[in-house]
T-cell receptor
């Protein structure tokens, strides 16, 4: 069946480090792909999305590319800041009208 | 537009009591979702509505859970005879119809069953 696997955390990085959070999926069709972020004390917010193969979503310096050949949607940022500390969720929509969330990756950035 | 709002934000109840949560979606959205999130996990789908019709319920939604969206606007989620395992964050989201459409989430209702 359709499923999503997300890199486990927690992840701790120094400010200005490069970030990658891996996300892979298994699907019978072609899902839309989303990254959501949950800042401390706040609700889930959409960070970026991609709806078809080779699309690149980007927002706030974060990027992720829809890779059909590797069924992946890895989240990257070239230089993280303390304010990026949050929990990040990969969430495909497998065409069944709802999002399926990964387990989440807690990111902590140290000054 | 004030976004998706949920009430209450926190609820502490004794085991065996009934609780009801409310969600007010973004006004022009026709889809409304309920998810449950436990500590350290991603949100899990419970049910969703399109307008007033409840189109899908997860097997996670036991007979003690019921959700309504009577006029296609706000929704309520009721849990009867609460159990300690019901303790979680209950999230509501709304969107337009469509796979690529962003779902907007409320801040959730945190339920603690003691």
């Amino acid at each position: 069946g359709d499923s999503v696997t997300q890199m486990e955390g927690p992840v701790t990085l120094s400010e200005e480090a490069f970030l990658t959070i891996n996300c892979t999926y298994t699907a019978t069709g072609y899902p839309s792909l989303f990254w959501y972020v949950q800042y401390p004390g706040e609700g889930l917010q959409l960070l970026l999305k991609a709806t078809k193969a080779d699309d690149k979503g980007s927002n706030k310096g974060f990027e992720a590319t829809y890779r059909k050949e590797t069924t992946s949607f890895h989240l990257e940022k070239g230089s993280v800041q303390v304010s990026d500390s949050a929990v990040y969720f990969c969430a495909p929509n497998f065409g069944n009208e709802k999002l399926t969330f990964g387990t989440g990756t807690r990111l902590t950035i140290i000054p | 537009d004030t976004g998706v709002s949920q009430d209450p934000r926190h609820k502490i109840t004794k085991r065996g009591q009934n609780v009801t949560f409310r969600c007010d979606p973004i006004s022009e959205h026709n889809r409304l979702y309920w998810y449950r999130q436990t500590l350290g996990q991603g949100p899990e789908f419970l049910t969703y509505f399109q307008n007033e019709a409840q189109l899908e319920k997860s097997r996670l939604l036991s007979d003690r859970f019921s959700a309504e969206r009577p006029k296609g606007s706000f929704s309520t989620l009721e849990i009867q005879r609460t159990e300690q395992g019901d303790s979680a964050m209950y999230l509501c989201a709304s969107s337009f119809v469509g796979m690529g459409t962003e779902a907007f989430f409320g801040q959730g209702t945190r339920l603690t069953v003691v």
